[in-house]
């Protein structure tokens, strides 16, 4: 079965609920961590996707631009990552990461298939994005923050990787939104992130609600923030 095929996607989709219950959940346990089932990576390729996640009025509220540097955390099957790819040119770059070897892998091959030269793949770690220090524009998470067990150490090597003006972009389901995803016990209440964050050394500097499922924020370092 070819997961990718136009015809097969769409049942795919609606048969979402059956799959869930008969082929497991939407998180699975990796090594002790609760991180996504790639069981249902195709539904992340779905291009019903593009209705609900909204991707190009996610980088437009985000003002990503030619020539930046953009970090896509747990990037999964790679769907934000081309989005970023196309949006930061030829003068950019962006860091794709992921913890699962079978992530990886299919991140490697959109790269290689789609000629995403801008692009490098790089394992990370549960605690560790192991990214190039001071490198970052944005580091970018969709779905992905709740899947990171010690974020209060994530989050300081995530800082070394962010450039001074350096942001960070966190997407994730609202514990009330009644739609296909992560289960509700492992979604995180918009002000828990917001209080990690701030933790951290963060500052909330945007909200935005255009997005119908999930709650989108972006956090920056004060200005006078030692590096």
């Known amino acids: ?41 195709f ?36 769907y ?23 992530m990886i892998r299919k991140l490697t091959q959109r790269v290689e298939q789609r000629a995403l030269t801008n692009v490098t793949v790089i394992r990370g770690e549960f605690d560790d994005p192991r990214l190039p220090d001071g490198s970052c524009d944005l580091a970018f998470f969709s779905s992905v923050y709740k899947e990171i067990s010690d974020r209060a150490v994530y989050l300081e090597r995530l800082r070394r990787a962010l450039k001074a003006n350096g942001r960070v972009a966190i997407l994730e389901y609202r514990p009330d939104a009644d739609a296909p995803g992560p289960p509700k016990k492992y979604r995180l209440p918009e002000e828990q992130v917001v209080t ?23 956090f920056a370092l004060p200005h006078d923030a030692a590096r």
């Open 1 to 41: 079965m070819k997961l990718r095929s136009p015809s097969v996607l769409p049942w795919l989709v609606l048969l979402l609920p059956w799959l869930m219950v008969s082929c497991g959940p939407t998180m699975t346990d990796y090594h002790g961590h609760n991180v996504f089932n790639p069981f249902y990576l």
């Open 43 to 78: 539904y992340l390729e779905s291009p019903k996707r593009d209705q609900w996640q909204m991707p190009e009025q996610v980088l437009d509220a985000l003002e990503v631009s030619p020539g930046q540097v953009v970090a896509d955390i747990g990037a999964g099957g790679g």
């Open 80 to 102: 934000f990552t081309e989005k970023f790819s196309r949006r930061v040119g030829t003068n950019g770059h962006v860091y794709a990461t992921d913890v699962q070897p079978v």
């Open 196 to 218: 990690e964050l701030q933790a951290a050394g963060f500052r909330l500097v945007e909200r935005f609600t255009f997005l119908p499922r999930e709650y989108f924020l972006v």
